[in-house]
């Protein structure tokens, strides 16, 4: 939704598609269908709900399939190696590294290191950070780092 609003619909020679993973099955069907109650979405613009949603029940709206169509799911574990064909220009992991021990997040920051096009974006959750002894990304400022060009 923010990618369309902000090339107003007009992506001519530009992917904005997102791709969307998680380990959880569930998680993934929800997100694949796109249902919210009408109390998760108040905080929205309500030209966007307009724009960019269906109503499909008394208090539920799904995401309208033109939105949808722009994401990818897949199932992925980030303990496994990245091995998706092209670099990203902005990786979003937040609020999941901090479940994991010093050596494990240092092992999956470089893995997206690697996965990342010189210049590309890694956003982490504001309770995160990173040693800058144990990654090679640059600090932006509190959790946004970037792959130096």
Same mark, same amino acid.
């Given at each position: 939704?923010?990618?369309?609003?902000?090339?107003?619909?007009?992506?001519?020679?530009?992917?904005?598609?997102?791709?969307?993973?998680?380990? *959880?099955? #569930?998680?993934?069907?929800?997100?694949?269908?796109?249902?919210?109650?009408?109390?998760?979405?108040?905080?929205?613009?309500?030209?966007?709900?307009?724009?960019?949603?269906?109503?499909?029940?008394?208090?539920?709206?799904?995401?309208?399939?033109?939105?949808?169509?722009?994401?990818?799911?897949?199932?992925?574990?980030?303990?496994?190696?990245?091995?998706?064909?092209?670099?990203?220009?902005?990786?979003?992991? #937040?609020?999941?590294?901090?479940?994991?021990?010093?050596?494990?997040?240092?092992?999956?920051?470089?893995?997206?290191?690697?996965?990342?096009?010189?210049?590309?974006?890694?956003?982490?959750?504001? *309770?995160?950070?990173?040693?800058? *002894?144990?990654?090679?990304?640059?600090?932006?400022?509190? *959790?946004?780092?970037?792959?130096? #060009?």
């Amino acid at each position: 939704m923010v990618l369309d609003d902000y090339f107003k619909g007009n992506k001519k020679g530009f992917d904005t598609r997102v791709l969307a993973t998680d380990i *959880s099955d #569930r998680v993934m069907n929800a997100a694949k269908q796109g249902l919210y109650p009408y109390e998760r979405m108040n905080k929205l613009d309500p030209k966007w709900i307009q724009r960019y949603f269906t109503k499909t029940g008394d208090d539920e709206y799904q995401v309208k399939p033109a939105i949808r169509n722009e994401v990818i799911f897949k199932k992925f574990n980030l303990m496994e190696p990245i091995k998706f064909k092209r670099k990203f220009h902005v990786i979003f992991c #937040r609020n999941v590294m901090i479940y994991f021990d010093g050596q494990t997040r240092a092992a999956l920051t470089n893995r997206y290191y690697d996965y990342l096009v010189p210049g590309g974006y890694l956003f982490i959750g504001m *309770s995160e950070s990173l040693v800058n *002894s144990q990654t090679k990304l640059e600090y932006i400022k509190p *959790s946004i780092y970037m792959r130096p #060009r």
